[in-house]
């Protein structure tokens, strides 16, 4: 149905050519009404239809009441990122309800909830009322509210032309398998389809889903399930936590899956989980962990991090291993805990008092979250010394596709432990801070072994374990420590490089800016700029990205936080003579990268800069 | 001259440490010594003990005592939480921990008392002198109300009694001692390593460079002159046949303990029953009021699951488990990978 203001048909252009496959739709509610289920049987829906979808999750810190907003990328082109416009607004929520309509565009499909009875006065979009509450009071009076959401599933089916068979094995995934629930959102779906099919017929927009090949390999998962499923295939024997935003579902996951991977016949775990009292006691037991020979880690925030600095020192100087994933949410201080950002990066790369410096894994997308979920752990054991997962809200609390996991190519690399007399017997001279092998990694002998004991300490020592406050014994020792992580950064994981034939502007970025470096990339195209590209895997560098500052005339380091924190690392660590090719795009305002933005201001600092012309000549 | 053996025919030397650097006459280094005694008089393997403590000068005292075991100096306060990730990874190891008053009832309070409410295996010693050592003699917050240490002024502030914490928060093995009494220390440290769970052992610890003198309630003097002992504690281990031990005269209580040891609590004046919390309250702060110390075994519980074995772990310490028991096998994944395995 049209509205009452009248839209002519050749006014928006919503008669002309169907677009398909190529829109994004912003679903406006509030927090803790339910909304979450019905907008991941739509992700799903589409996913599952074979059309490359990407949903995104902007909610408060707040359990309910406040507004949330879900934004479904449907891209053809395979785009991740939220689009620069709405093409589809759903309103359910009161409080947001004017903005909301303002920053429609012209030609959007509003859908919203007549029973707000609020007024939708925008005669230049095409609007569809419908009683939402009410049809869901029908249906069952006590979850009316919740209901209701299912109902714009429903209606969107019928306006975008979504699969029923998708949307049923879609609600059976989201209530996975509880068939009253299945049977009661099954219902609300048919109501609201339809109502929106006697009610607005044909006269449904130009947006429309095409089934495309479905990848039967492929799947929608969170970063952090990922994370948590890696951790636990990386032979995790302890995950220590606290509650936070927006890491506490790495921890829940590892905990939903452990039963299932972890637990002998009779139900006995082969992984501890303790819910700490706060986070320094979370990085203290995974340094227990360490210290008894087993492989510890935490999932937590920017502020768990600050909180943890001390024992994360103790960990770098005593030379223990264990795993700390950041899931980074916008900082300084509590500042907008359910927003995302790269915020952190810097924190973690020299992380506590005094001279330190710690491997960053950073996962750029869902395999990697596995992978580098396993990995950490040989690297720290191998290492011995603390190893951070990077990831970010966006990575980790939105659902991206996945193309499969890979198994640990390789066996689990416990490092250097000595385990036996004639392994001790065969180390000539050994100590527990020697380096015997030269490569900066000293041998270890675990409690309870009955070998060459140490009292571990966090104050100066010898080469043998034994307090020392001597000048050179201490420099000695720190210098050594400064070989042992330098020599990780040939093996640590290593950039992955798209070059142009031009080589004349690359862009380094890395983590979840990746879903978003596609479209930016089109943008900059569109231009006729050829940019290449690289995208950082890990810290400390790789020789591999001082190669391709070397080999462009202008770098720009790309991320999502306000300082350019790896530009400060980069300039720090390339030579001098490449430090004037590197230039800064930074920006962050807590929201997940739009590629518009971040292109624009790449632009800029290269018009700034006086390499457009160049570039584009 | 033959050198006398424990029952696992270890020599006494084997359970020493190394040089203390405390002061001369510190109420710690007795502790160690009891320490060392107590370990190799239980028989106890000194390479399955983990020693772990924080900072502080109570916390050096690990390199002081059982030289052939692994051990943790870690940071403030925090020593038990390192414990706790160690106790899961490997609950075959006995945890002899050192704290001290700084360590505990400040900076590392919620640690302690999270680890109390788990009910850690392990054996916690707070080497208690109501002063901070290593700064210089700065009151701590179990200084006692009136008590005066050798420079500055009177305590005014409420002291914290970390024993009365510790019963209030069920711990299953709390005990005051002093390190002067020898005695009654080395009795309590063997029933403490013979018990599964928590064991809280406050020690009153004089400090003879800031807190030894005559008006403070921490001193040798005052604590020997103001000392209520509970009960005699005697310890029969359980390796030692209970008929060669002496029947004393009076009244006495036999508390089991997990490894088949007996503590045996010989009545001084009142019977004190260690399974009454509120009796352990009780005599706690009737010796507070009376500026008194009361020492013994204050109270226990012998039926709570420690924390490791409220994690059902398999029986195996967890870092003996083979890579195949720690990483489930490719077709686990490829199940996770279509969907099978929700």
Known sequence: MRQEQGLEPDKEGYHMDTIVNDFSINIATANGTGSQSANLILLQTMADMGVNVSGKNLFPSNISGLPTWYI?????????????RTHIQIMMNKATWEKDIEACEPGTLIIYNSDAKLPVERDDCLVFPVPMTKMARGLHPKLARMIANIVYVGVIAHLIDLDDAAILSALNKQFKGKAK?????????????????????DERGKYRIEH??????????????????????????????????PSSSVAENVIAWLPKL???????????????????????????????????????????????????????????????WDVNRAGPSTGLPTRTQQGDLTMLYEASHGDTQFPVLIPGNMEECFEFGWRAFDIAERLQTLVFGFSDLDLGMNKWRCKGFEYPDEPLDRGKVIRTQEQLDAIENYGRYRDVDGDGICYRTLPGSGLDPILYRGTGRDEDGVYSEKADVYEKNMSRLKRKIDNSRTWLPQPILREEVEQEVGIIYYGSMENTIQEIDDILESTGMMVSQCRIRSLPLSPIAEKFVRDHETTIILEINRDGQMYGILRKELPIELVPRVHSVAYSDGLPPRAKLYAEKIMEVLRDIGATEEVLA | MTIKLNVINLPKDDYQGGKSSLCAGCGHDQISSVVVNAAWENGLDPRNIAKMSGIGCSSKTPAYFLGQSHGFNTVHGRMPSVTTGAAMNNKDLTFIAVSGDGD??????????????????????????????????????????????KKGAVNETQPIDLCALAVNLGCTFVARSFSGAKKQLTALMKAALSHKGFAFIDVISPCVSFN?????????????????????????????????????????????????????????????????????????????????????????????????EDQNLVSTPLVDLSDEQLRPPKETLDKINSGFLD
């Open chain 1, 72 to 84: 479904i990328r449907v891209s053809d082109a395979g785009y991740q990122a939220p689009g620069d």
């Open chain 1, 181 to 201: 629930a299945i049977d009661l959102n099954t219902q609300a779906v048919v109501l609201g389809r339809e109502y929106a099919a006697e009610n607005f017929g």
């Open chain 2, 212 to 308: 030894n003198n005559e008006e403070s309630m921490r001193s040798y003097g005052y604590v020997k002159d103001n000392d209520v002992e509970l009960h005699t504690v005697d310890y029969i281990p359980h390796f030692s046949p209970v008929e060669e031990i002496e029947v004393p005269a009076g009244a006495y209580r036999d508390i089991e303990l997990h490894d088949g040891s007996i503590v045996r609590l010989e009545t001084i004046s009142e019977e004190h029953d260690p399974s009454d919390a509120v009796a352990a309250l009780a005599a706690l702060h009737g010796a507070e009021a009376a500026k008194k110390h009361v020492t013994g075994l204050l109270y226990f519980n012998a039926d709570k699951p420690t924390a490791a």
């Open chain 2, 104 to 149: 505990s009832a400040s900076i590392g309070i919620g640690q302690l008392i999270h680890a109390i409410r788990r009910n850690l295996d392990m054996v916690y010693i707070l080497a208690n002198n109501g002063v901070y050592g290593l700064t210089k003699g700065q009151y701590s917050a179990t200084a006692d109300i009136g008590s005066k240490k």
């Open chain 1, 212 to 245: 495309r090949e479905v990848d039967e390999d492929s799947f929608m998962i969170e970063g952090n399930e990922a994370v948590a499923l890696g951790s636990i295939f990386g032979g995790m024997t302890t995950l220590a936590w606290y509650p936070i935003t």
């Open chain 1, 262 to 324: 972890r637990h002998n016949e009779d139900g006995e775990s082969t992984c501890a989980v303790i819910q700490s009292e706060d986070e320094l006691a979370a990085v203290g037991m995974i340094i227990g962990t360490g210290f008894a020979g087993g492989r510890g880690m935490t999932c937590t925030s920017g502020p768990g991090i600050s909180l943890m600095y001390e024992f994360i020192g103790l960990s770098y100087f005593a030379e223990i291993p264990c795993v700390i």
